[in-house]
């Protein structure tokens, strides 16, 4: 093992400073307060949760978490993604009555990486969980809520892409037949490799119509006209029962007004293997990787409740990549102070506090370069000497 320099930290980890510390600051508030007004409740959870339960029951890969143990032996693991953990606690705690619960969460989550390659090992989520209702109602509220935080935080340049689980699965195994040329398929849609997609499918002893089939759902991309071109692709039920949603949710997104910033991808897949129905990616400018991800899972199952929910996290570092580097609010007002006026300054900065301004006191024999200090400031007093300003 080499030796660490004084500076170093480990893989993945990264510091926040004032200024990146202060505007994530402000978009979280924004989205924060966006989920209130809308009737989402906020909660946290333990930042270890046991690998048996949380671990277990996540979707992210045991390559990524960080385990250890506790004095009694048990294996914990520091949460890789919210989800879970809320649903733990709701399944013990808040679905006694079956209603439906809304909850929301800003937090923390972690996933070792074998290699630095620019991702985080720990990074902030912020989201929502709409628990116990099956409607589709419910799937275009959380993506309604979606675009209106985004843009309460500033962003104004995005798209939401819209899928669902059941068309692709139902596609891949009516014509593939097994699991395995299925999921091959859908690791490459997931990482958006639609080259060694294409590669793969005419790798296959199928007929031409069917590897036609395969290839369509590369183009079902678009407003409300893809739909009719999927009911062309698939034949089964099931996958049509999967289409059926979709133009349900459109014309929720229409009622909410927000149906400029939707678009249909049937081509979407999620690694997360608790997704069971409608899901969805958020893209903005400047960032190759959704900004935010959700959709309707069953992941309450494994923890003895029969529920059904749906929710979206948004990736703080991503969702500030793609605003931008536009400048954080300057600090309201700095007074600069000699030691004769220092009561005087005090008693000044008191009543600012009072009034909601921020303000910092500064000793001036403190401070080399007035010009430089004072240009982080929208105001500046000076109280030196005998009683000038």
Known sequence: MSRLFMFEKPLGMRDTLPELYEKKHQVRSSIADTMKLWGYQFIETPTLEYYETVGAASAILDAQLFKLLDKEGHTLVLRPEMTTPIARVAASKLLNEDLPVRLAYSANVYRAQQREGGRPAEFEQIGVEYLNDNTVSCDGETIALLISSLKKAGLS?????????????????????????????????????????????????????????????????????????????????????????????????????????????????????????????VYAGNVGFPIGNGGRYSLLEKFGKNATATGFAVRLDMLLEAMGGGQTETTGHCILFSQERRKEAFELARKLHEEGTRTVLQDITGVKDIDAFTKKFADTTFLIGGGQR
């Open 157 to 281: 340049e995005f798209q939401v892409s819209v899928g669902h689980v059941g068309f692709s699965q139902e596609l891949f195994m009516q014509i593939l037949g097994t699991n395995g040329r299925a999921t091959a398929l859908r690791k490459f849609l997931y990482e958006k490799n639609y080259v060694g997609y294409r590669e793969s499918v005419q790798s296959f002893n199928l007929s031409s119509i069917d590897k036609q089939r395969l290839l369509k759902l590369l183009q079902l991309r678009g407003g409300e006209e893809v739909i009719e071109y999927a009911l062309d692709v698939i034949e089964n039920d099931k996958g049509k029962q999967a289409i059926t949603e979709l133009q349900e949710l459109w014309d929720v997104i229409k009622d909410y007004g927000v149906e400029e910033h939707v678009k249909f991808d049937f081509s979407i897949v999620s690694h997360m293997s608790y997704y069971s129905g409608i899901l969805f990616e």
